[in-house]
Structures are given as C-alpha cells and as structure tokens.
C-alpha cells in the first residue's frame, strides 16, 4: 500500500489534506444555539472535542463563511447533540441550508437556551468562553454547565462516510518491550 505525501510548505492541496484528515474518525454533532432574537439555528459538525475536566470544556469549529457565524458569535450559548447511527438522516438534514431547520425536528429548549435534539445519544449545554481565529474557521471553547447521556451507538464519520462502530477483538496482551515503554513514560 503506498503513502501519499504532500509538502505544504511547497504546494496546497486541499483536498489532499481533506484526505488526510478523512483518515482520522469522528463523531457526529448537530450544535445548535438561539439568539437573542429567539432564532433557532443548528448546524453538523464533526469538529467537536473535549477540552478539559475540570473545569469542564469543549470545543468545536465553525468556518467564516458559515450562514449562521454571527448566531453563534454573540449568542453566548451553544449545545452540542451527539448523534446516534438512528439519526443519520439530522447529519444530512443539519448539514443542508433551509429557513427552518427544527420545523420537523422534535427537539426541546435546555436551562441554557440551546435547541436539545430528541433522541442524541450525548447532549452537552454550554456558556461561550472565548472564540478564537484559526485560519478559515473560528473555534469556539464553551464551558459545559449540563450534560446528558443514554445508551446507544455513535454515528462515525471516516474516508468521506458515516458509519457505526465495529468492535474488534480484544487485543493480544502487549509484549514486554511495549509494556515496559508504557510503564516507563
């Protein structure tokens, strides 16, 4: 199997570097928020990550282009809603332009103003902290002040694809050479 190899400091290649990142698996969220005005907007992201325990934090990014930047910039909350391999069609349906995304989404309002999507396997409600400039995208770091679980599986995104989880075999046990680097670090 041949490696792909592009050098950014000499060429750009955007897809080659969507390719790349392709290769490294994600979840999927719809992050939503409400403004000031009460206008709903949700949005899917893969771009979602933990931050921080304690306190606890989160991030996710969000590209200037995006129709609904401002929203998110001054609205001071966002929530984040994990979906599950059952809501594959919110991925589609958050990820299409339309005046009322929520018209046929059952959905409620968290403490924090925040549209919850029924149904998502995690949910996180979060204050704004800080919104950095990172090149073509803003991130937005929120402290989680509620969150919620249930069981069922994660919808994954990989190689331009969702997916759901395969579990593997446990592994074999780790030799000595990798026991003793692990215990060693």
């Known amino acids: 199997m041949s490696e792909h190899v592009i050098d950014f400091r000499s060429a750009d290649d955007h897809g080659h570097f969507r390719r790349a990142l392709g290769r490294f698996a994600t979840g999927i969220t719809v992050v939503t928020t409400r403004t000031a005005h009460g206008k709903l907007e949700g949005l899917t992201a893969n771009s979602f990550s933990s931050v921080s325990l304690d306190p606890p934090m989160v991030l996710w990014s969000l590209r200037r282009q995006a129709p609904s930047l401002e929203s998110f910039a001054t609205s ?26 929520f018209a ?7 403490d924090h103003g925040s549209p919850l999507i029924e149904g998502a396997i995690a949910r996180f409600e979060c204050r704004t902290e800080q919104v950095i400039e990172a090149g073509d995208h803003l991130i937005f770091l929120g402290r989680v002040l509620r969150a919620a679980h249930r069981d069922g599986e994660p919808l994954i995104f990989a190689t331009g694809s969702l997916c759901g989880l395969a579990l593997l075999p446990p592994a074999p046990p780790a030799t000595d050479t990798i026991a003793n680097q692990e215990s060693a670090s």
């Not at 059952?86 to 005046?99: E, K, N």
């Open 76 to 101: 001071g909350c966002f929530a984040v809603n994990v979906l599950g391999t059952h809501q594959q069609h919110l991925c589609r349906h958050f990820a299409t332009p339309r005046d009322d995304k």
């Open 104 to 110: 046929a989404v059952p959905h409620s309002i968290g």
